[in-house]
């Protein structure tokens, strides 16, 4: 597979528990927000995103929540399962007139069954 | 299924040589994106169009060229003027310049230059 993020800071998790997954993101007038996933070989996948009139997003196990103050995201995945198992990516938006996403290096989750 | 597809998934080339990476879109979107990937580093925007016959340079252009013929054709050619170009290439499409929409990206060209 692709060795897309050697050094990566990484989650280790058990199958079941839940996994937060943290970003902290710096332009301060970013007002669109991201999370992707990416397999190994794979190309990112769109998980869910927030605007920032928003505090929290949910979709089906995961939650986006943010905190404009510490210009701080996370992502929540609940009952986490060894298909979780990717490296996640947060992105950043500003409104600049281009829609020109800023991608932070992305963390490893490891779920172990 | 709708989608966006990038070709080859593996590519060799010799130093000095130019090569053009493949990424077609079947997802009626106006713009698409050319990114870079490194171990350890987030994605970098190489170009972008945001409509036919259009394209602008994004952060890391020097050493790449770019064509937008056709809505759902994006070619990258990377050029031997490119000091670095072993990397993983991705191409995303989104449904236009307008604010606030997701990228969608294919699965990638991982190119190897020796």
């Known amino acids: 597979g692709e060795s897309v993020g050697l050094h990566l800071p990484t989650l280790s998790v058990q199958e079941g528990d839940n996994s937060i997954i943290n970003c902290a993101y710096s332009?301060?007038?970013?007002?669109?927000f991201i999370w992707y996933k990416q397999e190994s070989g794979k190309g990112p996948q769109f998980i869910i995103d927030?605007?920032?009139?928003?505090d929290k997003r949910q979709g089906q196990r995961v939650t986006v929540l943010l905190n404009k103050t510490v210009k701080h995201l996370s992502l929540q995945i609940a009952a986490t399962q060894p298909g979780d198992s990717a490296v996640y990516f947060c992105?950043?938006?500003?409104?600049?007139?281009?829609?020109?996403?800023?991608f932070g290096t992305g963390t490893r989750l490891l779920v172990s069954p | 299924d709708g989608g966006i597809t990038q070709s080859p998934k593996y590519l060799f080339r010799k130093e000095g040589q130019n090569v053009t990476l493949s990424c077609e879109q079947n997802l009626n979107h106006d713009a698409m994106y050319w990114y870079r990937q490194d171990p350890g580093q987030g994605l970098r925007l190489i170009y972008y169009?945001?409509?036919?016959?259009?394209?602008q340079k994004g952060d890391i252009a020097e050493g790449y060229s770019v064509s937008r013929e056709k809505k759902e054709s994006f070619p990258l050619t990377v050029t031997s003027a490119q000091k670095n170009p072993t990397a993983f290439y991705l191409c995303?499409?989104?449904?236009?310049?307008?604010?606030?929409?997701?990228?969608?990206f294919g699965n990638g060209t991982r190119l190897t230059v020796t």
């Open positions: 332009n301060s007038a970013s007002d669109y």
């Open positions: 927030i605007r920032s009139n928003m």
């Open positions: 992105a950043e938006q500003a409104p600049t007139g281009f829609q020109k996403l800023v």
């Open positions: 169009s945001q409509i036919v016959n259009d394209f």
């Open positions: 995303a499409s989104s449904q236009g310049s307008s604010y606030n929409s997701p990228l969608h």
